[in-house]
């Protein structure tokens, strides 16, 4: 089930079409997109296939994907990136994008300490010539899944 007023459930009806950065890796109940206006390499979003608002409402099966989505896509994040941790959030209150989301951080080494922590949803709707370009959020796309490749959770 999609909701049309939901900018996640819009990406998902266009599925098929879906560029790389759009569509990172997936399985049946969650896809993951690197995040379209940020100044951060690697931001991913981890968002379920079907329109969901709270995480109470995940089912069961969703629930058991989630954790190992989160560790395998932290893991792929410091294999490509070199980040030191990853930051996991999940607010999903801003109009139009209700539908449950997390968002998968790299944190770097060098991230000065002013965007640490929550500090970091600075580098969010940054100045269009400070965003990362879909070219090199597509290039991140193919180096996550080269590096996802053979886990168990990426199809």
């Not at 379920?48 to 896509?73: F, N």
């Not at 968002?103 to 100045?127: S, Y």
């Not at 965003?131 to 590096?147: I, K």
Request: hydrophobic share 40%; glycine share 6%; proline share 7%.
């Amino acid at each position: 089930m999609t909701t049309p007023d939901c900018y996640a459930c819009g990406q998902e009806a266009q599925f098929d079409e879906l560029p790389p950065r759009e569509c990172v890796v997936f399985d049946r109940h969650w896809r993951v997109a690197h995040d379209f206006n940020t100044a951060l390499p690697g931001w991913l979003v981890l968002l379920p296939r079907r329109h969901v608002t709270a995480v109470h409402d995940l089912t069961d099966a969703e629930a058991a994907a989630l954790g190992a989505w989160q560790v395998e896509l932290s893991r792929a994040l410091r294999d490509v990136t070199g980040c030191v941790k990853t930051y996991v959030v999940q607010f999903a209150e801003a109009q139009g994008f209700a539908h449950v989301h997390f968002h998968i951080v790299p944190r770097m080494a060098d991230l000065p300490p002013e965007q640490r922590g929550p500090g970091v949803f600075g580098l969010l709707r940054r100045p269009e010539h400070e965003r990362v370009t879909a070219d090199q959020a597509d290039h991140m796309a193919h180096s996550l899944r080269a590096q996802l490749h053979g886990r168990p959770n990426a199809l």
